[in-house]
Nanobody, 120 residues
Framework: QVQLVESGGDLVQPGGSLRLSCAASGSVFSIHAMGWYRQAPGTQRELVAAIISGGSTNYADSVKGRFTISRDNAKNTVYLQMNTLKPEDTAVYYC??????????????WGQGTQVTVSS
């Protein structure tokens, strides 16, 4: 089994910054891609940012220029640096990883979610 543990969610004022972290542990053989999704009440879960093993990144248009995704392959950890936060960034943020396990099975895993609230 693979576990994804997120941290860093908080209440922050508009214009502020937060850094989310997500660490993968357990039966990890290799990680192909990691990413962050978010879901606000009454909306569908949406991709925020993703990074593949080679380092290429992809961002939602709404966060380009404000959010930066990065990855520490040695620690199986992905980060999301969020700057210039807006109230519309308020959501539960979920970590996602595309993993090949030690049993050589490939599947996606999700974290439990971390709440980000942007409000004055």
């Amino acid at each position: 089994q693979v576990q994804l543990v997120e941290s860093g969610g908080d209440l922050v004022q508009p214009g502020g910054s937060l850094r989310l972290s997500c660490a993968a542990s357990g039966s990890v053989f290799s990680i192909h891609a990691m990413g962050w999704y978010r879901q606000a009440p009454g909306t569908q879960r949406e991709l925020v940012a993703a990074i593949i093993s080679g380092g290429s990144t992809n961002y939602a248009d709404s966060v380009k220029g404000r959010f930066t995704i990065s990855r520490d392959n040695a620690k199986n950890t992905v980060y999301l640096q969020m700057n210039t936060l807006k109230p519309e960034d308020t959501a539960v943020y979920y970590c996602n990883a595309d993993v090949t396990t030690s049993m050589r099975r490939r599947r996606q895993y999700w974290g439990q979610g971390t709440q980000v609230t942007v409000s004055s």
